[in-house]
């Protein structure tokens, strides 16, 4: 029964850590953080130690974070640091800070400085996908290597690095599959069940992750189809580890059928060709130049584009773009995507804005249902032969 | 045509329309209750009264505003939004944008020449700008939300009240008052806030006239008068209808469709 | 369109109308030298614009995190900042200008809770006021409000766009990252603009540059002086010389200017108030209100003999030997030197160790926090802050404003906050010999 192990999946994502986690303590091996997905987990991996991409997830309030950094930053990464700095992540190892934002930036301060976290590093990954900053950034990656090396007291030879990368690509290609089943007019699985799956894979060992996965897959054949929903949806944005938020929009008779998420698809990279004789480098360059995050300077062109391509691929009726209170980058791309959206008039866009750990409201629900329904009469006109 | 009704449980009112023929059989009026689902039983039933008419007769009832979910006994549930579109548009089928000042939400919407739901625009989490922002100046200054409207139209430059958040405004405005500055002055400069913050909504959205307030505030000819400066434009009233009840007309003349 | 149209334009022309009003105001006061050479070259500043605009020179687009000495040095290109005219308006009190641009970028979708300087900035792109660039330049210092200013000027400009990544690093590898891209984005402007770079000029530039850091330096020694004889808000208008002015020689003459009058005043102890108690204002200014240092300084005896916009580190000048050293010099300034993105862009001990050397150096007594609602590095490191100046016993004040819009704390506000520190705070402990 796919319910079954959805709902394993979901109790492993309900905290920032899991029983999984602790066995993997249990057996000696370090467990090392960082919030970015600039930080490629293949390299923390070849590393011996466990890749983490840390979650607000369990906390209930955010007032330890609030104090060292006041009420105007992300409440995701203020909720993240309340955890912390009441210890309740004391089984990291390491820490790998990023100037990924000022609010990820400002949390590696607070690291430094109030926790005793043995392992810290800091990558600077260049604010643009230039071709001649690329080398800054693979330089960036060869010192976090050696500093890992130094640390853990182990060579990451190509042989493990290309272990690492191959362990990675199991995961991804399981996301792929999941992401598959969600495209048809009636899928195997919602977008929260979805949601629930690319989380879990951001907070397992990814041997368990694939077993669940896989266990999930074959369960899922059996499955009857979804119904057909009111409306697809793709839905965008940063950072969004909460599947009460997706779904507070799929009770609306909507469903997502696909995301560019930092922790859903967005993650799910191409597959990274194991056989070079440079492995660290083609694994910096799939990270530098295929992911695109807003933080990126001046490549909101390529992601405009590719965002269209991937609503058409989904069959999108329409696009929500979800955005934490307080986040600039993402502010900038709401903006341009909204400029850009009225002169193309590619697809119906719908903003909301987010706090982390909040439940949704009746607030999220209207304005989802009333952009459904707005869909919902631009298709039946459509299929009226009028015009909108 | 078939009887409908359009039942809209808002943050603070609760509406009912009857409708057949697009003509209003009845209507009701009441306060909203911690106990929505009794709220919808009791002004649904003295709305049929009024209508003359009993469930039976009542072929779709669609439900409508935040506890629309709670309306037991209705056939669908339309968010305000269309359904606030769709009631402008049967009084005036010229309106293109309609401004709903709500309890909890002030919406944008844009609607074409059939009263379809073209896009929307609504405010941030907070209360500025809506409804309740009102209510809590109201309490503040220990005057009727209805009584602003006449202070508005009273002499005196307004105050500026600067904060955007209704909590630090209502400092400001206890402030102004202990200042001893005058009511009227303080209420204008409410208003003219409130009204900065719905036109910028309505600058979001672009605004296509003609243009329709509806909602409870829409009956204070001060926010109205506010906002069309703001906007500069004229807003078109609605003949003979309260604007409150236009989002339940709006759900009644949705049921009307379902009851096809 | 042409210069007449563009001067014509409201938003424009409230500019010139309102420029010569204040600069008569502060010429009647022979003293405030710095000022009313800011106030000159400003001028001068507008009118060559126009002139360009006149004769279809080629406008450089950027946003503040970057310095004007490469655009300078590519000959007739004017540099235009893209915060320039809401700033402006801001500073003279144009009020219904700079809010009208905030509001404008709001409702074209910037969200509410980004910086009002963004806001400035897309609300004047989206007004159309400024002419058309040949090209614009992004620069991700000195916060996030900046790469998103950076991300909007890519979209709204319409132009070739390069983007220059100061990194979160301050060692020599970082400072030979950001010469590189330097080196790249003068040929790319060579490719666009179709010139090519005088190396002569860009020396020039850089010797302009390089006189008026010297400058600043030797004028912010004059301001360690106790009490303080020049006045508080003229510190924080560097803002402008270093956006605007570096690496000219209007830059170089309004530095001299300052440094004039801070040296004479001194020499002759000319006062207008009666100093009380030294802060050093970390963070933003009132841009909507200078005044309210005036206001400090008779009312509280409030001086802010530095902040954040006029410390200039002392950390070298741009060797001006060859192209090579140049560069390099103008990467060590964006990376080591320029106010704020030397301090805000990297980890918080740059920070708290900058806003220390400005306390004991300036003989401070104490540290006002203005902090503008939406500078998320700046809160996000305020709990470390705080506790270095506990642990230093440093009163300090911390208070929430909007440096561009006043409809979030009131003037009256935000000195009934400061005035409540100085007088229960600040000016009693002093008092104690403390």
Known sequence: MPENVLRELRGLIRSHTNRHIDEWKAAGKPVVGFFCQYIPPELVLAAGALPLRLRGAGSEDSSTGDAYMSSHVCTYVRHVMSLVLEDEYRFLDGFIGSNTCDHVRRTYDLFQKKTTVPFQWFVSVPRTARKSLFSYYYNELQKLKVALEDHFQLEISPDRLREAIARMRNVRDRLRRIDALRLPDRPKLNGTEAAVVHLAAHALPPEIFVDLADRLLESLEAREPLEIPRARLMLIGAELDEPDFVAAIESQGARVVADNLCFGSRSVLPAIVEDGDNLLKTLAETYFFRLSCARMIGNFPDRWEELKRAAHHARADGVVFQRLLFCDPWGADLHNLQLRNRKENAFPVLALSREYGVVPTGQVKTRVQAFVEKIEITRAKGAAGVSP | ?260 | MNSNAFANIPEWKEVFDTLPTIRKFFAGDPHMLGLNSLLENLSIYFDRFMDHVERRDPFVWYNLGFSSELVYAMGDACPLPVELLGAVHSLVGNHRMSLDFIDTAQASGVPADCCSADKLAAGAMHKGVYPAPALAVGVNTPCDAQVMNAQILAELSGAPFFSIDVPYHDDEEAIDHVAAQLKELVEFMEEVLGRSMDLDRLREVCEHSNRMTETLWEWLDWRKLVPLTQSSKVVALTLVLQILFTGTAEGVEIAQSLLREARERSERNERFFEERVRAVWYQDAVWTDMQIYDWFERELGLTVPVDVFGYYAQEGLIDTRNETTMFKGLANKLVRCQPMSRQFRGNIDMYIRDFMNMMEGWNADCCIFAGHVTCKHAWGGIGLFKEALRKADIPLLIFEFDMFDPRTTPWEDIYFHVERFVEEIVAPRKSRGM
């Open chain 2, 1 to 260: 045509m078939p009887v409908t009704a359009g039942v809209d449980i808002g943050s603070t009112a609760s509406k009912v329309v009857i409708l057949k023929d697009n003509q209003v059989l009845g209507q009701v009026i009441g306060p909203s209750s911690t106990n929505p689902k009794r709220t919808a039983d009791t002004i649904f039933a003295q709305a049929m009264a009024e209508a003359g008419v009993t469930r039976g007769d009542v072929a779709c009832i669609v439900g409508t505003g935040y506890g629309r979910t709670q309306v037991e006994f209705a056939d669908k549930n339309v968010s305000e939004i269309t359904c606030h579109g769709r009631g402008a548009h049967l009084l005036l089928p010229d309106v293109r944008t309609v401004i709903d000042i709500g309890g909890q939400d002030t919406k944008a919407i844009a609607i074409d020449g059939d009263g379809n739901l073209l896009d929307f625009v609504m405010n941030d989490k907070c209360a500025a700008g809506t409804g309740r922002f009102l209510e809590a100046m109201s309490r503040s200054m220990e005057i009727p939300v209805e009584e602003m409207e006449r202070f508005y139209f009273e002499q005196g430059e307004p105050c500026t009240i600067t904060s955007m958040c209704s909590v630090f405004a209502e400092s400001e405005v206890i402030n102004l008052i202990n200042e001893g500055v005058e009511l009227p002055r303080i209420v204008k400069g409410l208003l003219l806030s409130l009204a900065g913050r719905v036109a910028s909504l309505g600058k979001r959205l672009g605004i296509v006239e003609k243009v329709a307030m509806t909602g409870g505030v829409a009956k204070n000819a001060g926010v109205v008068q506010a906002i069309e400066r703001r906007l500069s434009i004229q807003m078109t009233a609605f003949p003979d209808t309260d604007p409150q009840l236009v989002g339940a007309l709006g759900a009644a003349a949705v049921a009307a469709d379902f009851a096809g």
